[in-house]
């Protein structure tokens, strides 16, 4: 069956590291997304990607980066991690036709 | 600027119940609006969605009540059951993108 995984589930690093979160999905969606989710604040838009080698900035991009350098995945690169970055990282996808996102399990990111 | 704004914060209600989670837009060019139900661990799943040409839509026990003029949206939830316990989002994306500008969550708790 067709999916979208998120890797790693979970993930702790230090300040100033540069990480990396992957999302691989199978549907072959043109679209995919990536959202932080914190408390009282629901999920915030960080970047998206309409197509291999689209990407565009969402209302929380500052300290992220993403590539795409084909249709199944779109690592979000975090430069220098920052505490204010502990966050839980939702990918998600959708195709050209349907409405529906269709979203990863998540990735847990803490930054000591 | 919030542009989806979704009210309770959080909500308890009584088994067979009903449940009403209200959002609030200001864009006028949004035109699809998604609700997403979500459990704790998991990723957002969509539940059910409305486009403007329409008031009301009914899948279930679950109703999305639209109302353009007031640029307000709500989710009913009939006969509430202690497994729709859960987050809410309820989100909104305009014509020129896919991009999802989500509120900020209602966490529903229902007592049996």
């Known amino acids: 069956d067709a999916e979208i995984t998120q890797s790693p589930r979970h993930k702790i690093t230090e300040t100033g590291r540069q990480v990396t979160l992957a999302c691989h999905q199978t549907w072959n969606h043109n679209n995919m997304f990536w959202y932080r989710q914190d408390l009282g604040h629901g999920l915030r838009l960080i970047h998206y990607?309409?197509?291999?080698?689209?990407?565009n900035k969402g209302e929380v991009s500052d300290g992220y980066s993403v590539s795409r350098s084909n249709t199944e995945d779109l690592p979000l690169t975090l430069e220098s991690a920052a505490s204010s970055q502990t966050s839980v990282y939702f990918c998600?996808?959708?195709?050209?036709?349907?409405?529906?996102?269709?979203f990863g399990p998540g990735t847990r990111l803490t930054v000591t | 600027q919030q542009q989806v704004k979704q009210s309770p914060q959080s909500l308890i209600v009584q088994k067979g119940g009903i449940s009403i989670i209200n959002c609030a837009y200001e864009n006028t060019a949004f035109d699809y609006f998604p609700w997403y139900q979500q459990f704790p661990g998991k990723g957002p799943a969509l539940l059910i969605a409305i486009r403007p040409d329409v008031s009301e839509k009914k899948e279930g026990r679950f109703t999305i009540s639209f109302n353009k003029s007031a640029k307000q949206f709500s989710l009913h939830i009939m006969d509430s059951q202690p497994g729709d316990s859960a987050t809410y989002f309820c989100?909104?994306?305009?014509?020129?993108?896919?991009?999802?500008?989500f509120g900020k969550g209602t966490t529903l708790s229902v007592s049996s």
């Open positions: 989100a909104a994306s305009d014509q020129a993108g896919t991009a999802l500008i």
């Open positions: 998600a996808s959708k195709g050209d036709r349907g409405d529906e996102q269709y």
């Open positions: 990607s309409y197509g291999v080698q689209d990407t």
